[in-house]
């Protein structure tokens, strides 16, 4: 091979080799792998033992209960005001768990409370919010009901008794928006488990925990010693920091 024939491959050689260095210089890095994305806490939801529909990360450090009544506005005004700083802060971060627990105070708070129950603990959360939501909307034809109206909601079997509630009050209407069957509804007011846990529930809030109104809540067992929000967020916080 001649001399200029041998620079001539030699050049070539370290311009390929030079052109590869640059193109491996300039090449985009492999994309890191995903971290899995956080646990949705809030949409863990199961019943447990006594028929209370719980929120949350199981091992959580607080667990939250509330003792609720469908015709409580304050219990409404607390639905409202909790559900978005409550979940974020709170329920989604695994940091409390909480613990819906029904306190039935006469057939029409009955009828809500078997209405939010159609669909199980995970249709559970948007019928609570939507009942609450339009409280003062049904609340108000319960008000304005003649004597011969609420003495008939005090006659027959509880299925029956819901039945002309949630027709009168436009509580049934309500949940055919959220696309339940009026067959679907019938049977969850005739649902005899869920009207004993009801009752259940309500039993053990007067005769074990000592409630006496509507909401009253308890953070690990102790009462908070408040039943609002924001003020709630105090011994939450408190106990999350706690021992």
Same mark, same amino acid.
């Given at each position: 091979?001649?001399? &200029?024939?041998?620079? +001539?491959? =030699?050049?070539?050689?370290i311009?390929?080799? $030079?052109?590869?260095?640059? /193109?491996?210089? *300039? %090449?985009?890095?492999?994309?890191?792998?995903?971290?899995?994305?956080?646990?949705?806490?809030?949409?863990?939801?199961?019943?447990?033992?006594?028929?209370?529909?719980v929120?949350g990360?199981?091992?959580?450090?607080?667990?939250?209960?509330?003792?609720?009544?469908?015709?409580?506005?304050?219990?409404?005004?607390?639905?409202?005001?909790?559900?978005?700083?409550?979940?974020?802060?709170?329920?989604?971060k695994g940091?409390?768990?909480?613990?819906?627990?029904?306190?039935?105070?006469?057939?029409?708070?009955? &009828?809500?409370a078997? +209405?939010? =129950?159609?669909?199980?603990?995970?249709?559970? $959360?948007?019928?609570?919010? /939507?009942?609450? *939501? %339009?409280?003062?909307?049904?609340?108000?034809?319960?008000?304005?009901?003649?004597?011969a109206?609420?003495?008939?909601?005090?006659?027959?079997?509880?299925?029956?008794?819901?039945?002309?509630?949630?027709?009168?009050?436009?509580?049934g209407?309500?949940?055919?928006?959220?696309?339940?069957?009026?067959?679907?509804?019938?049977?969850?007011?005739?649902?005899?488990?869920?009207?004993?846990?009801?009752?259940?529930?309500?039993?053990?809030?007067?005769?074990?925990?000592?409630?006496?109104?509507?909401?009253?809540?308890?953070?690990?067992?102790?009462?908070?010693?408040?039943?609002?929000?924001?003020?709630?967020?105090?011994?939450?916080?408190a106990?999350i920091?706690?021992?």
């Open positions: 091979m001649s001399v &200029t024939r041998t620079r +001539l491959v =030699r050049r070539a050689a311009g390929t080799l $030079a052109v590869t260095a640059l /193109a491996l210089l *300039g %090449a985009t890095p492999p994309p890191k792998p995903a971290k899995p994305a956080a646990p949705r806490w809030s949409a863990t939801v199961s019943a447990n033992d006594i028929g209370a529909f929120v990360n199981p091992k959580a450090k607080v667990r939250l209960v509330e003792y609720f009544s469908y015709t409580c506005s304050h219990c409404a005004d607390f639905t409202r005001l909790s559900a978005v700083p409550l979940k974020s802060l709170y329920i989604d940091l409390v768990v909480f613990e819906y627990r029904n306190l039935v105070r006469d057939p029409v708070d009955m &009828t809500a078997l +209405l939010a =129950r159609c669909g199980g603990a995970k249709a559970f $959360a948007g019928n609570h919010q /939507a009942i609450f *939501g %339009a409280q003062k909307t049904w609340l108000t034809k319960v008000q304005k009901a003649t004597e109206q609420i003495k008939s909601w005090y006659q027959g079997g509880l299925g029956e008794r819901a039945k002309k509630i949630a027709t009168y009050t436009g509580l209407a309500l949940m055919r928006t959220r696309g339940y069957t009026q067959a679907q509804l019938d049977i969850c007011m005739d649902d005899a488990i869920a009207q004993t846990e009801l009752e259940g529930m309500t039993n053990l809030a007067f005769n074990a925990d000592g409630v006496r109104g509507t909401p009253t809540f308890f953070i690990n067992g102790r009462e908070a010693g408040t039943n609002q929000w924001p003020a709630l967020k105090t011994p939450l916080d106990a920091k706690g021992p």
